[in-house]
């Protein structure tokens, strides 16, 4: 494959994920809609968003909440009607902005009635549209596979007395796609949408679609569960798979794909994403957002430092240079609150804050921006005890650790606290008002109650904000193609407060330094003299920071906690 980084609108775009039901109620029932983005729109374009990214909008019942679908055709009541979609598309397109739909081709509702056939005999003509096997020999699961959720993958079926699988929740059965009449069916869901006017997808669970059929036990035990991923991610097929959607789906329209996987590094992400390949336009950058999780327990949190971020980075910037493309993904309706992982919400809410903006919007790749982190939504306060909790994840995940083996209840409900995705699914802070204006009704899920201190009604106009500092470097970005394209060095490794990198081009180079701690900082700028005509383009402490210009100067200066200062330097025309 040639290394190469054809210019593309989607590698400029500013991508916003809306997470529907928690994003703005138009009609009081607490549930967010589709009316209700469409009433937000000229917010989004005022912020810079390019491309807004809607969570799936079909009928579900509601047990991965609209994740596990029943119908792909229709649009849920609850959200509005197909009207109000095709609303949304025109006022979408009316701004100058794009949207991209939630594909969820890996599973679907235990409600689906291709589902409802495939389980009703073993002669049903959809029964191989799922992996329906016998027990084993004792009777138990055909293997020892475990689900996301920590369960079996195996679900027992009284009527046909076979089990069948379920990475997800067990109301989420696995597509087969080695069967063609799936792909078929998906391929057809895909063209229905797109005609309609979509402008893409962010395909969920990309690289869980192709599995190892023989379903082989993953060690020498006979029954223990065991993480299978080895046997269900990166399958033989998944490339063959995603290269037939392109041929006979994503070529025929003006549209960008974005792939949703786990557990990939860069070598993987070139496969998926190299134009050569014809396959995906770019994906997910994820080990980023998992750097405080422990392998193979998304609860349970592991200390991490500012090198561990550096490699990460570092890795994704140099190994995938020219080579494929990534989204930089650093929070979603998946995860806790960016600001309260990678910042300090508590002490430096908005230094930490603004410091994350810098960093996401000067990095190579899309960037990703969750709903409410322009205004830096923290990590809910009202989450106390279980029953405060709506993901069945976390309820699953106490019912084992508490309940069944007797771990200690305080341990596992901080862990629940620290990493449950309920803090990213809050409703939207939009005032200080009742619900924080998301709805006139009560919401589906309690407002965070610092909405009174934080929203997008007292940030709109302070020069100071989150929601403006987001604004401007935004504004940068877009100004400044180097921010997109420029080759990444990290200029020093070793620092373990300070993050400081450069963006370089053909027209000019950038400098980012951003104190990534709560303490003060020591800084000297390595090699100052080839900076030393920049200029500072923005900074988080206009009061109090450190002074620019000793910064240039090569003088050792001190760093503000959570400080980020933005330069730029335009190369010599001689």
Same mark, same amino acid.
């Given at each position: 494959?040639?290394?190469?980084?054809?210019?593309?609108? *989607?590698? &400029?775009?500013? #991508?916003?994920?809306?997470?529907?039901?928690?994003?703005?109620?138009?009609?009081?029932?607490?549930?967010?809609?589709?009316?209700?983005?469409?009433?937000?729109?000229?917010?989004?374009?005022?912020?810079?968003?390019?491309?807004?990214?809607?969570?799936?909008?079909?009928?579900?019942?509601?047990?991965?909440?609209?994740?596990?679908?029943?119908?792909?055709?229709?649009?849920?009541?609850?959200?509005?009607?197909?009207?109000?979609?095709?609303?949304?598309?025109?006022?979408? @397109?009316?701004?100058?902005?794009?949207?991209?739909?939630?594909?969820?081709?890996?599973?679907?509702?235990?409600?689906?009635?291709?589902?409802? /056939?495939?389980?009703?005999?073993?002669?049903?003509?959809?029964?191989?549209?799922?992996?329906?096997?016998?027990?084993?020999?004792?009777?138990?699961?055909?293997?020892? *596979?475990?689900?996301?959720?920590?369960?079996?993958?195996?679900?027992?079926?009284?009527?046909?007395?076979?089990?069948?699988?379920?990475?997800?929740?067990?109301?989420?059965?696995?597509?087969?796609?080695?069967?063609?009449?799936?792909?078929?069916?998906?391929?057809?869901?895909?063209?229905?949408?797109?005609?309609?006017?979509?402008?893409?997808?962010?395909?969920?669970?990309?690289?869980?679609?192709?599995?190892?059929?023989?379903?082989?036990?993953?060690?020498?035990?006979?029954?223990?569960?065991?993480?299978?991923?080895?046997?269900?991610?990166?399958?033989?097929? #998944?490339?063959?798979?995603? @290269?037939?959607?392109? &041929?006979?789906?994503?070529?025929? %329209?003006?549209?960008? !794909?974005?792939?949703?996987?786990?557990?990939?590094?860069?070598?993987?992400?070139?496969?998926? !994403?190299?134009?050569?390949?014809q396959e995906l336009d770019m994906v997910l950058m994820m080990e980023a957002s998992k750097i405080d999780t422990v392998t193979n327990d998304l609860w349970q949190y592991q200390p991490w430092t500012l090198q561990d971020l550096?490699?990460?980075?570092?890795?994704?910037?140099?190994?995938?240079?020219?080579?494929?493309?990534?989204?930089? %993904?650093?929070?979603?309706?998946?995860?806790?609150? =960016?600001?309260?992982?990678?910042?300090d919400a508590d002490k430096y809410h908005k230094e930490s804050a603004k410091l994350l903006a810098m960093f996401l919007m000067t990095m190579q790749g899309t960037p990703y921006i969750y709903q409410g982190d322009e205004i830096g939504m923290t990590n809910a306060q009202h989450l106390r005890t279980?029953?405060?909790?709506?993901?069945?994840?976390?309820?699953?995940? %106490?019912?084992?650790?508490? /309940? /069944? @083996?007797?771990?200690?209840?305080?341990?596992?409900?901080?862990?629940?606290?620290?990493?449950?995705?309920?803090?990213?699914?809050?409703?939207?802070?939009? &005032?200080?008002?009742?619900?924080?204006?998301?709805?006139?009704? /009560?919401?589906?899920?309690?407002?965070?109650?610092?909405?009174?201190?934080?929203?997008?009604?007292?940030?709109?106009?302070?020069?100071?904000?989150?929601?403006?500092?987001?604004?401007?470097?935004?504004?940068?970005?877009?100004?400044?193609? !180097?921010?997109?394209?420029?080759?990444?060095?990290?200029?020093?490794?070793?620092?373990?407060?300070?993050?400081?990198? !450069?963006?370089?081009?053909?027209?000019?180079? *950038?400098?980012?330094? =951003?104190?990534?701690?709560?303490?003060?900082?020591?800084?000297? =700028?390595?090699?100052?003299?080839?900076?030393?005509?920049?200029?500072?383009?923005?900074?988080?402490?206009?009061?109090?920071?450190?002074?620019?210009?000793?910064?240039?100067?090569?003088?050792?200066?001190?760093?503000?906690?959570?400080?980020?200062?933005?330069?730029?330097?335009?190369?010599?025309?001689?």
């Amino acid at each position: 494959m040639n290394t190469v980084i054809n210019p593309e609108y *989607w590698k &400029e775009s500013i #991508v916003y994920e809306v997470y529907l039901r928690s994003f703005q109620d138009s009609n009081g029932d607490g549930i967010g809609d589709i009316p209700g983005v469409i009433s937000r729109l000229d917010y989004l374009k005022e912020l810079g968003v390019d491309v807004v990214w809607i969570s799936p909008v079909h009928p579900s019942p509601n047990a991965d909440y609209s994740y596990d679908i029943k119908d792909f055709y229709s649009i849920d009541p609850v959200f509005g009607t197909l009207d109000d979609l095709k609303q949304l598309i025109h006022e979408v @397109h009316k701004r100058d902005m794009k949207m991209i739909m939630d594909m969820i081709i890996n599973h679907t509702s235990d409600e689906h009635p291709w589902f409802l /056939e495939s389980r009703s005999s073993v002669d049903s003509p959809y029964r191989d549209y799922y992996f329906w096997r016998d027990p084993a020999p004792d009777g138990g699961p055909p293997s020892n *596979w475990i689900s996301y959720l920590g369960e079996s993958m195996w679900e027992y079926d009284e009527t046909t007395k076979q089990y069948y699988l379920h990475s997800y929740h067990k109301k989420e059965p696995d597509l087969n796609w080695e069967n063609p009449r799936v792909r078929q069916e998906m391929k057809d869901i895909m063209h229905h949408w797109l005609k309609l006017g979509i402008d893409g997808y962010q395909i969920d669970a990309v690289n869980s679609i192709s599995k190892d059929t023989r379903f082989p036990n993953t060690d020498d035990t006979e029954r223990r569960q065991a993480n299978a991923e080895q046997y269900f991610k990166e399958g033989p097929r #998944v490339h063959e798979y995603l @290269h037939e959607l392109y &041929e006979d789906v994503f070529a025929h %329209y003006s549209i960008f !794909t974005a792939g949703e996987p786990s557990g990939i590094g860069t070598d993987e992400a070139a496969l998926y !994403t190299h134009p050569d390949r014809q396959e995906l336009d770019m994906v997910l950058m994820m080990e980023a957002s998992k750097i405080d999780t422990v392998t193979n327990d998304l609860w349970q949190y592991q200390p991490w430092t500012l090198q561990d971020l550096k490699k990460i980075m570092g890795d994704w910037n140099r190994n995938l240079y020219g080579k494929g493309w990534i989204g930089v %993904y650093l929070s979603s309706h998946d995860h806790a609150r =960016l600001v309260s992982y990678l910042g300090d919400a508590d002490k430096y809410h908005k230094e930490s804050a603004k410091l994350l903006a810098m960093f996401l919007m000067t990095m190579q790749g899309t960037p990703y921006i969750y709903q409410g982190d322009e205004i830096g939504m923290t990590n809910a306060q009202h989450l106390r005890t279980i029953d405060d909790f709506t993901e069945q994840q976390a309820k699953i995940y %106490y019912r084992q650790r508490v /309940e /069944e @083996h007797g771990d200690d209840e305080q341990e596992i409900m901080q862990r629940i606290y620290t990493k449950s995705r309920d803090h990213a699914r809050t409703p939207v802070q939009w &005032e200080d008002g009742p619900n924080g204006g998301f709805s006139t009704g /009560e919401p589906w899920m309690p407002v965070n109650p610092n909405t009174r201190e934080i929203n997008v009604r007292q940030q709109q106009d302070d020069p100071d904000s989150i929601l403006n500092f987001y604004r401007e470097i935004i504004r940068i970005r877009k100004q400044h193609k !180097t921010l997109v394209y420029g080759n990444y060095e990290d200029i020093l490794p070793e620092d373990e407060q300070i993050y400081a990198y !450069t963006r370089a081009g053909k027209e000019d180079r *950038w400098l980012i330094v =951003l104190n990534f701690s709560s303490s003060p900082a020591d800084f000297r =700028l390595p090699d100052a003299d080839s900076l030393a005509n920049a200029e500072l383009m923005l900074h988080t402490h206009p009061d109090r920071g450190a002074d620019p210009s000793a910064i240039l100067s090569g003088k050792q200066v001190q760093l503000q906690p959570y400080e980020a200062l933005l330069f730029s330097q335009k190369h010599s025309s001689k």
